[in-house]
Structure formats: structure tokens, C-alpha cells
């Protein structure tokens, strides 16, 4: 047998239970190879569940910063019986399966095309902890520990980052390091240490940070200046909100009377959360609401009002596998055109499309801008496998003498000047209209919001040449905005090429992978990341430019291949799928191959006709 | 469409403490039917914010949709006005009240569009007593669409088409109490006397204040096989007492009449008198109002007036502890902990 042997580079993959407190223990092992300077990757594979099922966490090392999936596993940690016939199958040969020895392992699952390495984790924590929850904490902290020394991880790292995290805990600190000291002494005692695969301290990470994208999200909403927040608990945005109200609590709080400059108010559903952040916005408040598809679907509604009556609206859609309720815990960006044209009626939606958690916070932060510049809902569209995963990012900056942009609106001394005011009168011919907020002005200023139609001054008209005028002003509005959303970033092919792909969001890192692998193979791509909708200029060009362009994402339906058909009228032929549904994240290999596939004069099945002939079958 | 109300006026109309005419506090001549009783109502809000001397632009008015909702345009012309989707009024006025605590916030609403399609945020406004005076144009039935019972439509009852409703009714101030409201109060559109204190304690209440007032659908359902009509109302109805309203600024001496059996201060002053007709009502207790609703349906009666008030009423400002500034009026500087925190936050996450 061919050991796999790779220094800085490898995927290894915890099997545990939920649950049973194993996501600090990854976490640490995921943040000590950071800490070494490695570049990682982890991610959680969970259940729509609170304890007893099975879950993992992914963790990808890749000294060149590679960051997206891989595909394949080359490491296992297993402590969860319940997995363990499918966790061993999936390790690639050559790898490594590592478990819990105390019971022996059924025959029946032994490869011969991997290294079997046990570790009695149970027996030693019978052994060494009487307290049940004891034995259950430090069995993790145990592995963490036998790691350590199979990998060859810098123990003094590991020891130094459990000091941080129980900072003012100080009482855990060491029976944590004796935990880690054990599995560490017993995998030195018993095995060759490292095995084939091992980390080396390298800097490849510079000053970048490890954070999940809610988290930046929440911290965005707070440099936004948004003081309320209105939402309906809902995996995977709940955190969005968490993190809002974790740094409110330290920053927002008024040091003359200890009062909050913030309100937050959990909904009874997600049609009144946005009708909340609806209300806020319109009274002059900067708001904001997280939510995921299914709460995005009942939102329609309002936001067909905040569209037409042009009310500032702020939405952060943490996506997930659909539909309905779909895969709850697992990723997609499958709201593409819900979130574009929510609502009924013409309606039109500016997206934003972060995919990394410098740009949740930033693109967070420029929320709130947007909408009250644009007084039109903006609705973020970020996903699972961004929001709740720790990504290595840029850290967040804050320009100190950025100012907010308020947008359009009169004060009580501009009323003052003015003769007379229209609340939908286009004065500035950028087709955005001034507006009020309510009590600005003892006579002046005062109109009647409404999502039914109405003329100029904001008076109910059913006269078919003002509804008109209105509606095509809102388009020429459309296209004002196309000057304020993110430009796309465009990466250029070291070969020129009239080929391109194509990708938003989180499909970036493994997008940008697969493109590093096809150049090698001869293959050169352009690549352009779309930011935002509705597509700027440089979007339509760089399509014109290439003869064809593969448009990857992570939806059954090619939704953001059909937005740009929609919007652009290109042809079909031109743009290619490149797709991932199963709700993990896309992977580099995933994406190699399907545009090998593609290329003239292999052979090309179009993917539905071979969804439809052989089920999904193997495309990961 | 939207008429004007001529602007010229008589020169000697009373103006109240801001030097404000009744015109002051009027909207759009309204498009409803003629003698729709939601037209009787808008008049007494018009009157109550002129006596009361509310500053006109200090209100905001809020509504769902039906022919109720469209009553904010009748009123109140100075105000910022918002007629939301239907059902939803609730939750955008709570997000307008969060951001800005220092308006008066006044929604309009109908029994379609609370007890049917409201009915979840109806509940859950009421849960958390959010800081507005709630009216409820209650004429059993669906004017826009043309007189399908609505939900609060009696059992037994039959409108314009004599389809008589099978299905119980809901009770929108059984409800409210059921839901934990603050101030619960019902009235007639037909009684100005009693809905202008009515609306003017509401004003007062600091938390949720409920007036659900039957205002007889002159097109639909004011026939006689209808309890929502003019004529059952009148007959039926039985009035927990009466009201006087007396505003803070006002000599309590002057109008009050003796025997009041309870005399409430309220949040901002004013203090209300109470003259008690149901004698088995406390309305400070709200197993005595349940009852005493109860006990008056039972009779086949519609109790009236003051039914239900919470003296120590905290509002959802109160109870979110936010700051005493309207949070719309914080400025950058307090909202934007500018990038020094973002530097340690980085540390932290390396």
C-alpha cells in the first residue's frame, strides 16, 4: 500500500456526534494550524438537529491558500459509530483512518488501502475522569491532543491558544493542556510520529483573520449605524443578529444613562420582521433583517411595497438548500431569482453578493448606504458555507473619515426654503426623489405613503399616464443604481483565451482553484466575479468579449446564467452551467471536470438531459 | 382619487392651546359611502387630536388595507400617513415606533384586515404593548370586495344578501385581553359622546390601546337581520359607564360632573373619570373585564366603553431599554465605534 505522504496540504475530516461539545475541540485544531501560519479552510457538516446525530467538520490545509473544497478526504477522525461505515469509505487510498479503539473495529470495514491508527479514547477518559460530562469534553480535547503529535502540530501553539480561549476562565485552562498532554503522550508512545502527512510552520496567512461571515455581517450592521433590528430566528442567519447584539451590547450602550441605542425585536414571523425594518426605515432609522429562503418567500409581499413605495430596506439572505424547507443546515444560492424579482407586479431587486467576510462586513456596512441613497430594498445574498464557517479573510477595516450617506432627504430648514414639495418628483433627473421622515416639518412635507399608485405629490391616482410615468422612472432608476453597486472583479488569463468562466459568492475560492488546475492542463480561462445585481457595464462587456463563458454556481437551475439571459438577451449557447446541488459547497475537482466536459470535441451531454437519463449520479 | 377640502373656513372657529382650528387636524373629503359610520370616526380622531392640542405633524398614522384602511387620508392632513399591505399596519408601526418614540402612532384598521389577515401581528402587537392607540373600524364584513362576512361577523347574522354566517365570531377586546392589552375599550360609531373620550384616554395610555368601534357598513350590512347595523347597535348596546376625559392642562373642576367612582391619572397627566353603569365591572382587573364581556354577550348585548385599563402599563420601549433620544436621531459618531475596535477585533481573530 501507497501511503499518502504531503507536508502543508491535505483534507481531514472529525466524525462526531452533536451535541457532545466537539466543535471547540475542531476549533482549536483548525486555529492552531492557522496559527503555524497555514492557510485553512474548516467546515461544518451538520445536521438540522440538536444532539445525538451525526456531524462533521471539514478541515482543508493548503500551503498554496487554497480555501475553496477539494473534494476527497485524506483523514479521518472518527468517534461516531453511527458514521463510521460511510466515513471510511470515503477516505481516498492511501489515507488515514484514525478512531476510537476502546471498541474494536467490525471487521467488515477494514480497507486495505488505508492506515488504520486506533486511539482508546473512551478507556483513557474512563480512566482518568469520573464526572460523565468530563469524560465526554476531554475525549475530544484527548484527540486534539494524539493529533498534535501525528501531524507534528506545534504544541506549544495548541497551549497557548487554550490560554486565549478561556481567558477569565483561568480554571479550565489546565485541566484542558492535561487532556492535550494525554492524547499527545499516547500517540508518541504507540505510533511513528508524524505519519506521511504532516504540517510544517510556514507564514503564509500574513495578517488575516479566521471569522465566520455572520459575524462580519453583525459587525457590518453596527459600523452602518443601524439601530434596529427586526427578525424571525431561521438557520443559518441566526447569528447575523447574535453578533449584532453581542456588539451592541459593548458599543451601543449610553454612558449617561445606561440605556440602549439600539432595539432589537425578535418577530412573530419573517412578513413582520420586514415590515419592522420597513417601518424603521421610513421613520428615518437605519434597520436591517436576516433571514434564509423561506423567510425571504414570505417577505415578498413587503418588499413589493418598499420597491414601489421607495422605502430604504435592508435584507441579509443567509441562502440555504432549498426549496421549501429543503436542506436546512446544508449550502446553496438557489435565492437568485426569488430575491431579483421578489414580489408580484414588476419588480426589480438590487443583490449583493459577498464571498468573503471582509466583504460581508464592507458590503454590510455599504448596505445601509445604498438603500437610503437608492430608497430601495437591497438584499444581500450570502450563504451557509460563508455565514457560519470560519473563513480566512482580509481583516475588516473602517475608513475613520468615511461619512454615511443618508441619502435624499429634507429637513425642517429645507422645507423652510421650498415651495412646494412632491414626494415622487424626480428634481435631480436621477429618477431618486427627496423624501421626509415623519414629523420633520409643523406644515410642510407631510405625504401619504402607499403601495398603491399615485402621482407625484404622493396622492392616490388611478390615472393610467401616472402609473406609467412612475413605472418608467423606477427603471431609469434601475439604471442610476448600476453606478453605486460593486463593480466586478476580473481576473485575467495568463494566456489570451476567448474562453471565461463566470461566479459570485462563495463559489470564488474553488472557482479560482479550478482555473489555476486547467491553465496547467493547457486550458486558459478568463474569470470574472460578479458583485452585485443589477450588472454593471464591465458584466456585459467581459460576456461579449469571450466566444463562450461557464457560469458556476451552486443551484439546480442555473438561476444566475437565466438572470443574465433575462437581462442581457445573450444567447443560450454562450453561457455554460457549471453546477453543485447537493449542498456542500462546490469543489475545485467538481468544477474541472464539468468544464473538461464542456469543451469542443469532448463528448457533451447538456447536464439536464443527463440528470433526467441517469439521476444526479456522480459529479462531485 | 383624492378631493381637497375647500380651504376657506368661518373666521370665529374655536383654535385650541397652539392656536390650531379643527381644519388643522381635517384631510381629504372622504370617498367612502355616504353615512359609512368610518366617516363618523374620522371626525372624532379630527376632534379629539384638536382638543387634546396635539401638534398635527407629531402624529404618524398608519393603516392596513380595506375601506378603514384608507380612511388615514380623511384625517389629519398634516401628518405623515402610511397605508402598509393588508394585515400588516402592526409590524410597521413597530418598527416606525422604534425608531422614533416621540410620535403619537394612530393605526387604522378594519375587521378584515385584524381579525382575518392581521390576525398573528394583531396578537403579537398586543403581546408586546407597543406604545399606539389601535382603532378598529369593525362593520363584520369585506366593504371593498363587496359584503362577504368577515370574521367578527356574528353567528346568525345576515347582510345585504341574507347568506346568514355560520361561524362564531371573534371578539376583538376578548382577544385583546386574552393577548395581555393595556387599555381596552369598545364603542359605536353612532355614539361621538362616548368615542372622543374614548380616543382621547387612548392617546394618553402609554403602551397598547385598543378601541374597537362598530361602524355600521351603510352598503353591506346595515340590514336588519345584521348585528353590525345601525339599529342592533343602538338597541344592544350597554355601556360600561362613562368617560370624561380631562387633559393635563385643563382645571379638573370645570366640566367633571360628581360621582365619578374612579378617578385614573394618566401617563402624561391627564386624568380620566370613570362613571360606572355596569356595576359588576372593575376595570382595572382584567378577570372582572373577560367577565363582564362574557356576561353581556351572553345577555346578547355589546358592552360599550371603557372595558380594561392597566395603570402600570411598560411599554415596549420600557421594556427593550432603549435610549430616551429616538433612535433615529443618533448621530454617526454614537453609532460607528470607528476602526480602533476593528484593529483589536482582528487581534482576537488571528
Not at chain 1, 427 to 456: Q, W
Not at chain 1, 507 to 513: C, I, W, Y
Not at chain 1, 595 to 616: D, S
Not at chain 2, 234 to 252: K, L, S, W, Y
Amino acid at each position: 500500500m501507497k501511503r499518502l505522504k504531503s507536508v502543508n496540504d491535505f483534507v481531514i475530516k472529525f466524525a462526531n456526534v452533536n451535541g457532545t461539545g466537539s466543535a471547540s475541540a475542531n476549533n482549536l485544531f483548525a486555529k492552531a494550524l492557522f496559527r503555524m501560519g497555514l492557510p485553512v479552510s474548516p467546515k461544518n457538516i451538520f445536521p438540522s438537529n440538536i444532539q445525538g446525530l451525526p456531524t462533521w467538520y471539514e478541515v482543508r490545509v493548503s500551503e498554496k491558500g487554497y480555501l475553496g473544497r477539494r473534494g476527497g478526504v485524506d483523514i479521518i477522525l472518527s468517534v461516531n459509530p453511527q458514521s463510521m461505515a460511510q466515513d471510511i469509505r470515503e477516505i481516498e487510498p492511501g489515507g488515514y483512518f484514525i478512531y476510537d479503539n476502546t471498541k474494536p473495529l467490525d471487521l467488515r470495514l477494514v480497507r486495505n488501502d488505508i492506515t488504520v491508527i486506533g486511539l482508546p479514547l473512551t478507556r483513557i477518559c474512563n480512566e482518568k475522569y469520573q464526572d460523565p460530562r468530563q469524560r465526554q469534553l476531554f475525549k475530544n480535547v484527548i484527540y486534539v491532543g494524539a493529533l498534535a503529535a501525528l501531524l507534528d502540530i506545534d504544541f506549544k501553539v495548541l497551549t497557548d491558544l487554550v490560554a486565549d480561549q478561556f481567558k477569565g476562565k483561568e480554571k479550565l485552562i489546565l485541566p484542558n493542556i492535561k487532556a492535550l498532554e494525554l492524547g499527545h503522550q499516547y500517540a508518541k508512545d504507540n505510533f511513528d510520529c508524524p505519519i506521511g502527512i504532516r504540517v510544517k510552520s510556514v507564514d503564509k496567512v500574513g495578517d488575516k483573520i479566521l471569522l465566520d461571515g455572520n459575524t462580519a455581517l453583525g459587525l457590518g450592521a453596527i459600523y452602518g449605524g443601524a439601530t434596529v433590528a427586526a427578525w424571525y430566528p431561521i438557520t443559518p442567519s441566526t447569528s447575523v443578529v447574535d453578533a449584532f447584539e453581542k456588539y451592541a451590547r459593548r458599543v451601543r450602550i449610553d454612558p449617561g444613562t445606561g440605556r440602549r441605542n439600539y432595539a432589537i425585536v425578535q418577530a412573530e414571523d419573517e412578513l413582520a420582521a420586514i415590515g419592522m425594518v420597513i417601518g424603521a426605515s421610513w421613520n428615518g432609522a437605519r434597520a436591517f433583517t436576516a433571514t434564509s429562503g423561506p423567510g425571504l418567500s414570505l417577505m415578498s409581499e413587503f418588499l413589493g411595497l418598499a420597491y414601489f413605495a421607495e422605502i430604504p430596506t435592508v435584507l441579509f439572505d443567509v441562502q440555504r438548500a432549498g426549496p421549501s424547507t429543503g436542506m436546512p443546515t446544508r449550502t446553496q444560492q438557489s435565492d437568485v431569482l426569488a430575491a431579483a424579482y421578489a414580489s408580484h407586479g414588476d419588480t426589480k431587486h438590487v443583490l449583493l453578493f459577498p464571498s468573503t467576510p471582509k466583504e460581508c462586513f464592507d458590503f454590510g456596512a455599504a448596505s445601509f448606504d445604498l438603500a437610503e441613497r437608492l430608497q430601495t430594498p437591497i438584499i444581500m445574498l450570502t450563504d451557509l458555507d460563508l455565514g457560519m464557517n470560519d473563513n480566512m479573510s482580509e481583516p475588516l477595516e473602517w475608513d475613520d473619515s468615511r461619512e454615511y450617506d443618508r441619502g435624499k432627504v429634507l429637513s425642517e430648514a429645507d422645507l423652510d426654503e421650498m415651495e412646494s414639495f412632491g414626494r415622487y418628483l424626480d428634481s435631480d433627473g436621477d429618477a431618486i426623489c427627496y423624501r421626509t421622515y415623519p414629523g420633520a416639518h409643523p406644515e410642510k412635507g407631510a405625504f401619504f405613503t402607499r403601495g398603491s399608485s399615485r402621482d407625484e405629490q404622493a396622492v392616490y391616482t388611478e390615472k393610467g399616464e401616472e402609473y406609467e410615468r412612475n413605472m418608467l422612472r423606477l427603471l431609469q432608476k434601475w439604471d442610476t443604481i448600476k453606478e453605486y453597486v460593486p463593480a466586478p472583479e476580473i481576473i485575467a488569463s495568463k494566456e489570451p483565451t476567448d474562453m471565461a468562466v463566470l461566479y459570485f459568492g462563495t463559489t470564488e475560492a474553488s472557482a479560482r482553484e479550478a482555473v489555476d488546475y486547467l491553465a496547467q492542463e493547457g486550458v486558459a480561462l478568463d474569470a470574472m466575479r460578479v458583485r452585485a445585481f443589477p450588472f454593471n457595464q464591465e458584466v456585459e462587456d467581459f460576456i461579449d468579449e469571450h466566444e463562450r463563458v461557464f457560469v458556476i454556481e451552486q443551484n439546480r437551475d442555473a438561476q444566475l446564467r437565466t438572470l443574465l439571459m433575462a437581462e442581457f438577451e445573450f444567447g443560450p449557447d454562450k453561457l455554460k452551467s457549471v453546477l453543485c446541488f447537493d449542498g456542500t459547497p462546490i469543489s475545485a475537482r467538481n468544477i474541472r471536470k464539468q468544464i473538461l466536459e464542456h469543451l469542443p470535441g469532448n463528448n457533451v451531454t447538456p447536464l439536464h438531459r443527463k440528470v433526467r437519463a441517469n439521476g444526479v449520479g456522480e459529479r462531485a | 382619487m383624492s378631493y381637497q377640502i375647500p380651504k376657506f373656513r368661518h373666521p370665529d372657529l374655536p383654535v385650541n392651546d397652539l392656536g390650531y382650528t379643527k381644519a388643522a387636524y381635517e384631510g381629504s373629503i372622504s370617498t367612502l359611502c355616504a353615512g359609512c359610520g368610518h366617516d363618523s370616526i374620522s371626525g372624532a380622531l379630527v376632534r379629539a387630536c384638536h382638543e387634546l392640542s396635539i401638534e398635527p405633524h407629531k402624529i404618524a398614522k398608519l393603516s392596513g388595507i380595506g375601506c378603514s384602511s384608507k380612511t388615514p387620508t380623511y384625517f389629519l392632513g398634516k401628518s405623515h400617513g402610511f397605508n402598509s399591505v393588508h394585515g400588516r399596519m402592526p409590524s410597521v408601526v413597530t418598527g416606525a415606533a422604534m425608531a422614533n418614540r416621540d410620535l403619537l402612532y394612530l393605526g387604522v384598521s378594519g375587521d378584515g384586515d385584524t381579525a382575518s389577515i392581521g390576525m398573528g401581528q394583531f396578537a403579537h402587537v398586543i403581546r408586546r404593548n407597543l406604545n399606539m392607540v389601535y382603532v378598529v373600524m369593525n362593520n363584520g364584513c369585506y366593504g371593498l370586495t363587496k359584503g362577504q362576512d368577515s370574521a367578527t361577523a356574528d353567528e346568525g347574522s345576515a347582510g345585504k344578501k341574507g347568506d346568514v354566517n355560520p361561524f362564531n365570531a371573534i371578539d376583538l377586546c376578548g382577544t385583546a385581553l386574552q393577548m395581555g392589552a393595556t387599555f381596552v375599550a369598545r364603542s359605536f360609531s353612532g355614539d361621538k359622546d362616548q368615542l372622543e373620550p374614548l380616543i382621547k384616554a387612548a392617546m394618553s395610555h402609554r403602551g397598547f390601546a385598543l378601541i374597537d368601534v362598530i361602524s355600521p357598513c351603510v352598503t353591506f350590512n346595515n340590514t336588519p337581520a345584521s348585528t353590525k347595523s345601525y339599529e342592533f347597535v343602538r338597541d344592544h348596546a350597554e355601556a360600561t359607564g362613562t368617560v370624561d376625559f380631562v387633559p393635563m392642562r385643563q382645571e379638573i373642576t370645570t366640566s367633571s360632573r360628581p360621582g365619578a367612582a374612579h378617578e385614573v391619572t394618566m401617563h402624561d397627566g391627564s386624568v380620566l373619570r370613570l362613571y360606572e353603569d355596569v356595576d359588576t365591572l372593575n376595570p382595572f382587573d382584567r378577570r372582572s373585564a373577560m367577565m363582564a364581556l362574557m356576561d353581556q354577550q351572553h345577555e346578547g348585548n355589546i358592552l360599550t366603553g371603557l372595558i380594561y385599563l392597566d395603570k402600570s402599563s411598560r411599554d415596549l420601549h420600557d421594556v427593550l431599554e432603549t435610549s430616551h433620544r429616538p433612535l433615529n436621531q443618533l448621530e454617526e459618531d454614537e453609532l460607528c465605534p470607528g476602526n480602533k475596535m476593528l484593529v483589536n477585533i482582528n487581534a482576537s481573530l488571528r
